[in-house]
């Protein structure tokens, strides 16, 4: 973890219904036996070893740890077996994996994919596009406070989810204004 703390070792057979009941029971574990779950759906696999053994992005705190997670096991697949996918096909297959947990993270979550590189995601409803950007303007500073508080994934979902695609009230218009031009303006 973040906090020097090593979670597993976690084994499972490589087998459907156990990866799906693994996926389904909500702990860190079940990110992983998704997104296999998924891969292992539509490919030959017969398992892999991940020893994640440095981790510094903080969990739990609503900044996609469990997304990146998944990226990782499916980029880890794809490499292992050759599965000839494209960040995109890793992003789906992490997407996949990860909405068999109770958790329900959101689609744009896994464009922890492209790594250091810019990007810019437009989601209208199951449709995501990415495209790289060069950036040319100052460089973008970031400043992640921890608030120590609690979130819900589903409630920002759900919340989120109220003001799209047509929204109702002020609080829906500024933020369709600050997720769509004034983001897009930024880069």
């Not at 500073?141 to 819900?152: A, N, R």
Request: aromatic share 8%; hydrophobic share 35%; proline share 4%.
């Amino acid at each position: 973890t973040d906090k020097g703390e090593r979670r597993g070792p976690f084994s499972i057979d490589m087998r459907k219904k156990d990866l799906l009941a693994a996926a389904q029971q909500g702990d860190f574990f079940s990110y992983i036996a998704g997104v296999a779950y998924r891969i292992m759906t539509n490919h030959q696999v017969t398992g892999l070893e991940i020893d994640n053994f440095h981790t510094d992005l903080p969990l739990e705190k609503g900044l996609s740890s469990s997304a990146a997670v998944c990226v990782l096991v499916a980029r880890a697949f794809n490499v292992i077996y050759d599965l000839k996918l494209t960040i995109r096909g890793e992003m789906e297959y992490a997407y996949q994996g990860e909405i068999l947990t109770p958790s329900k993270c959101g689609r744009m979550d896994q464009g922890c994919a492209y790594g250091m590189r810019p990007i810019l995601m437009t989601y209208d409803c199951e449709n995501l596009d990415v495209e790289e950007l060069q950036l040319s303007g100052p460089p973008l500073h970031y400043v992640l406070v921890d608030l120590q508080g609690s979130k819900s994934t589903t409630e920002i979902l759900r919340g989120l989810q109220d003001g799209f695609p047509t929204p109702t009230t002020a609080v829906h218009r500024g933020v369709h204004a600050l997720l769509g031009a004034i983001n897009l303006d930024i880069t």
